[in-house]
């Protein structure tokens, strides 16, 4: 049986069993191949994209409540606006994305360690 047969055959499975899905190293390797690790990658980003779109709809809630006494134009010496592009534009859906894989990491190593100590 390929490494490809055998994925399917875990998944569908676990998918059947409602159950974990075990994968070993060979597994691992073949998803991270180029053809379906893109497709991973898509969904991905995909759903990053729609967390930011969720963002994006909050502040604008949040400006629709902003009381309207207060008034949003620039005030004092010195003020400049805020950048539209460059390094931080997009920083919080790139902290998000880096929180999401920290926690993965963390949880694999404690699995990797209540392995080891069973």
Excluded: F
Excluded at 20 to 25: C, D, F, N, T, V
Excluded at 96 to 105: F, G, K, V, W, Y
């Amino acid at each position: 049986m390929t490494i490809h047969a055998d994925l399917a055959e875990r998944l569908r499975k676990a998918a059947r069993n409602g159950t974990r899905l075990h994968l070993e190293p060979a597994h691992v390797k073949a998803l991270l191949s180029p053809g379906i690790y893109g497709v991973i990658s898509t969904l991905e980003a995909e759903e990053l994209n729609a967390l930011c779109d969720q963002d994006n709809q909050l502040d604008e809630t949040s400006k629709l409540r902003a009381r309207p006494d207060i008034s949003s134009g620039r005030t004092g010496s010195g003020i400049v606006p805020t950048a539209t592009t460059g390094r931080s534009v997009g920083s919080m859906v790139e902290q998000r994305a880096a929180e999401a894989l920290a926690s993965e990491e963390a949880l694999r190593i404690c699995r990797r360690k209540k392995r080891s100590t069973n």
